[in-house]
C-alpha cells in the first residue's frame, strides 16, 4: 500500500491512506482542538472545532472526518481559523445552563476553591483541606478571622435556608493543621539562583513571598515594623486576630526559606535602587498606613485609630480615661472602641455623619460593639475639637467636642448618600481622647522620590501583571489600590508571584490565566428547586462566643472556633455548587485559549436540571453541546439500551429510550463516557464532590457501597 504524503503547517507528514488529517497532525506533534472526536469512533465533525484550511479551497474544513490525499497542504491555525473555532465556541455557550465555578468561588477575590476545600473537610480529610486553604490564601487561619466572606454572600444556600459558613471553615482546616504534630509545608522546586527584594511583609507581601519561594526564587522582606504581618498584626487587634495564629502563618512563610529584614524603613534604611541593585526583582507591597486627616479646626488633638491600635498590638496602650469619642463608621472605628472598652474606658461613643444602613464595617462588627457597650450616634460629625482641662498624674487632658446634626442628600462618588449639614444644629461633647478612623492612604511619597509612577490611590501599576513603570519592579495590594481588604492582597501577592517568575524565567509577562468563567444567568423558581431538590434544610452552624463579661475585661479571641463535629455538620450543609469538571473541561479550556466571550450571543437558553439516577455519574443536560460521543460509545460497546439524542431546538438532550433512567442506558460504559465528555454534561459523582448526605456511597466518601 503506497503512503501518502502530505504538508501540515510546513512539516511533511507521510501517512497511510484513509488517515484524517487530525490523525496526522497529531503524528509529527500538532495538536488541532477538537470536542466531538473520540479516538477508535466514527467522526461526526459536529462541533466544528477542529476546522483547519486546506491550500486551493475556499472554505474551512473539519480535520476530524476529512481524509488526507497525495499533496495536500494543511494550515491548522490562522486569523480566520481562529475566528471561526472562537465562534463555534461562543455559539455552543450561548444557552449554556450551568457554572463553571460556585458563585462563591467567583466572588472570593483570591480564587478560592471553595466547593473543594469542603468537600475535603466534608468528607474527614482536614489535612487535604488544609493544604488547599493554605495553597490559595497563605493566610487562611487569618483570613478566617478576620475577612469580611464577601464569598458567603453569594453562597447559593442563602437562597435555600442560609448561607454557609465559609471563612469559619477554613479557619478550622488552617487552626486543624497548625494544632497538628506535622503542620503543612508545601512543596518547593529546586533553587533558581534568583533573589526577590519584597518591601513590606503584610498579607500581599507574605502571600508573594510564600509563592515564589515555592517557584525556587530566594526572597527577602524589608518591613518597618519590629514584627511581620502588617496591618494583620499592627491594625486588627488581638479579639479579632490572636497574635500566635498569625504568627504560626508567619512561620510557614520564614520554613519555606523567607528571610526577614525588620525595623528598616523604605527611603531611610534604603532606596529602590539599592533593592534593584542587589535582587533580580523587587515586588512592593507597603501598605495603606497614612491615617486621612478628620478635615476639621483642633483635629490635630485627635488620636489616630491607626496608630491607636497600634500601640495597644506594640504593648503600648495610651491614656484615654473613661470618655471616649471615636469618629467614622469603619471597622477600624469598630477596632478602636471596642478596644477602648478593653484598655478599661466606662463610656465610649461612635460619632458617624451617616446613618447605620450606609456604614462600611462589618454589620456583626457593630452589633459586637453595642453589646460591649459602645454607643452608635448617626448623622453627626464633629466640627472643632479644643482643649478642655489639662491632663493629671491620673488623668489624661480632657477636650470640647463641637458637633453638628447631618442629614442624607444625593449620593456622592462612593455610591452613598451625601451627608449634609443642618443649620442650627451644633451641640457640645465632652471626653477624655478623640480617635478619628476616618479612612487610611498610601504614603506615595517616597515612591515619587524613587521613581516610580504614582497615582491618587497609590503606585501605578498594570491591572494584569502588576509591572510598575520600573522593569523588574513590581507593585499590588494596598500599595496599588489603596486601603483595602486583606485578602484582595493575598490575591494581589499571589498574582505578583506569577508575574516575577515569568520577569525571572525571561518569559512574556502576561500575569496569571484567566480562565473563561461561565455562571447559570437568573434562575427561575423551577430552576432553584431543581438546584436545592436533594438538599435537606439545616441551620447554619455559628462560631461559639466567650462571654460578654470576658470580653470587655480581655483581649481573648472572641469567636472560639468550630469544633470538628461542628465543622463537619456545617461542611456536609455545602450543596456542592460549581462543575465537577471546571478544571479539565475541554470547552472551558479553549474558550480560555481563544478568547472567547461566553456573552456574545446570549439569549433564550435551555434550562437548569440535574439527572441523579445513575449510581455513578450525574447529567446535566443544559451543558451538552450534541457531541454525540456518549451515544456513540454506548453503541460501540454493546449497550443493551443505549442513549441517543432527543428532540429539537433548545430541547435537545441525550437520553435513554421509552423514557428508561440513565442507569439502564448506561450499564457498562457510564465511567467511559463521563470521561470522554468535553464538558461537565456527564460527570463522575466522585469527580468534584461525592454529594455528601445524599450519594450512594463511593471510595471517595468512604461510605459504604
Aim: glycine share 8%.
Amino acid at each position: 500500500m503506497s503512503m501518502i504524503s502530505v504538508t501540515i503547517d510546513g512539516q511533511q507528514a507521510t501517512v497511510e491512506p484513509g488517515t484524517t488529517v487530525l490523525a496526522a497532525a497529531r503524528q509529527i506533534g500538532i495538536d488541532i482542538p477538537t470536542l466531538c472526536h473520540v479516538d477508535g469512533l466514527e467522526p461526526v465533525a459536529s462541533c466544528f472545532l477542529c476546522a483547519v484550511q486546506l491550500t486551493g479551497r475556499p472554505n474551512l474544513s473539519p480535520a476530524c472526518a476529512l481524509p488526507v490525499s497525495h499533496g495536500m497542504v494543511v494550515t491548522t491555525d490562522s486569523p480566520d481559523i481562529r475566528a471561526a473555532r472562537k465562534m463555534a465556541l461562543e455559539l455552543l455557550l450561548s444557552d449554556h445552563a450551568g457554572d463553571c465555578v460556585a458563585p462563591c468561588r467567583a466572588r472570593c477575590p483570591a480564587g478560592l476553591d471553595i466547593p473543594g476545600f469542603i468537600y475535603e473537610l466534608a468528607t474527614n480529610r482536614a489535612r487535604r483541606a488544609a493544604e488547599i486553604v493554605t495553597d490559595q490564601l497563605v493566610l487562611p487561619g487569618a483570613l478566617g478571622r478576620v475577612c469580611p466572606r464577601l464569598c458567603e454572600q453569594d453562597c447559593r444556600r442563602c437562597e435555600h435556608d442560609e448561607g454557609l459558613a465559609i471563612a469559619a471553615l477554613h479557619r478550622h482546616a488552617a487552626d486543624y493543621d497548625h494544632t497538628g504534630n506535622d503542620p503543612y509545608l508545601p512543596d518547593h522546586l529546586p533553587a533558581s539562583g534568583k533573589t526577590v527584594a519584597i518591601i513590606g511583609a503584610g498579607p500581599a507581601g507574605l502571600a508573594a513571598a510564600y509563592h515564589l519561594l515555592r517557584s525556587g526564587h530566594a526572597c527577602t522582606l524589608f518591613d518597618a515594623h519590629t514584627q511581620p504581618g502588617g496591618m494583620l498584626r499592627y491594625g486588627i487587634p488581638a479579639y479579632r486576630l490572636p497574635r500566635d495564629a498569625l504568627d504560626v502563618e508567619v512561620e510557614c512563610v520564614r520554613r519555606l526559606g523567607a528571610q526577614f529584614r525588620q525595623n528598616v524603613r523604605w527611603g531611610v534604611d534604603f532606596t529602590l535602587a539599592d533593592l534593584r541593585a542587589q535582587h533580580d526583582a523587587v515586588f512592593v507591597a507597603i501598605g495603606a498606613q497614612l491615617a486621612q486627616d478628620l478635615g476639621c479646626e483642633g483635629a490635630a488633638h485627635a488620636l489616630s485609630g491607626l496608630e491607636f491600635l497600634h500601640r495597644v498590638a506594640s504593648g503600648d496602650p495610651p491614656r484615654i480615661g473613661d470618655n471616649v469619642i471615636v469618629v467614622g463608621g469603619g471597622n477600624t472605628a469598630m477596632d478602636a472602641a471596642r478596644t477602648a472598652i478593653r484598655l478599661g474606658a466606662a463610656h465610649v461613643r461612635i460619632l458617624y455623619r451617616r446613618t447605620r444602613r450606609e456604614m462600611p464595617c462589618l454589620l456583626e462588627e457593630v452589633e459586637a460593639a453595642e453589646a460591649e457597650g459602645v454607643r452608635l450616634d448617626y448623622l453627626v460629625a464633629p466640627t472643632h475639637i479644643a482643649p478642655g482641662a489639662p491632663a493629671t498624674s491620673d488623668t489624661p487632658a480632657a477636650f470640647n467636642v463641637t458637633c453638628q446634626r447631618m442629614e442624607l442628600g444625593e449620593p456622592d462618588s462612593s455610591g452613598r448618600r451625601r451627608p449634609v449639614p443642618v443649620a442650627g444644629s451644633e451641640f457640645n461633647l465632652e471626653c477624655d481622647t478623640v480617635i478619628t478612623a476616618v479612612g487610611q492612604a498610601v504614603d506615595c511619597a517616597v515612591a515619587a522620590r524613587d521613581d516610580l509612577e504614582v497615582t491618587r490611590w497609590g503606585i501605578r501599576a498594570d491591572a494584569r501583571t502588576l509591572a510598575t513603570s520600573l522593569p523588574g519592579v513590581f507593585a499590588g495590594g494596598d500599595a496599588v489600590a489603596g486601603a483595602d481588604l486583606a485578602v484582595r492582597a493575598v490575591a494581589a501577592g499571589r498574582l505578583a508571584a506569577v508575574s516575577i517568575s515569568q520577569y525571572l524565567a525571561g518569559q512574556a509577562v502576561v500575569g496569571a490565566a484567566a480562565p473563561v468563567n461561565v455562571l447559570l444567568r437568573a434562575p427561575d423558581d423551577d430552576e432553584r428547586a431543581a438546584l436545592f431538590r436533594a438538599i435537606e434544610q439545616a441551620p447554619r452552624v455559628h462560631s461559639p462566643r466567650i462571654d460578654l463579661r470576658r470580653r470587655r475585661t480581655s483581649f481573648d479571641e472572641v469567636e472560639v472556633g468550630l469544633g470538628p463535629d461542628a465543622a463537619l455538620r456545617e461542611a456536609r450543609r455545602c450543596t456542592t455548587c460549581g462543575c465537577r469538571k471546571a478544571d479539565d473541561c475541554r470547552v472551558r479550556s479553549y474558550a480560555t485559549e481563544y478568547g472567547v466571550d461566553p456573552e456574545r450571543f446570549s439569549g433564550a437558553r435551555r434550562r437548569f436540571s440535574q439527572d441523579l439516577s445513575h449510581p455513578a455519574v450525574v447529567y446535566e443536560p443544559g451543558k451538552c453541546i450534541m457531541c454525540d460521543a456518549c451515544v456513540r460509545i454506548a453503541a460501540e460497546a454493546g449497550e443493551p439500551l443505549g442513549v441517543a439524542l432527543v428532540g429539537r431546538g433548545f430541547n435537545v438532550t441525550m437520553a435513554v429510550p421509552f423514557d428508561e433512567p440513565l442507569a439502564a442506558g448506561l450499564r457498562l460504559v457510564a465511567q467511559r463516557c463521563a470521561a470522554a465528555c468535553p464538558t461537565g454534561a456527564l460527570a463522575l459523582r466522585s469527580q468534584r464532590s461525592c454529594d455528601v448526605g445524599v450519594c450512594a456511597g463511593c471510595p471517595e466518601c468512604g461510605e459504604p457501597q
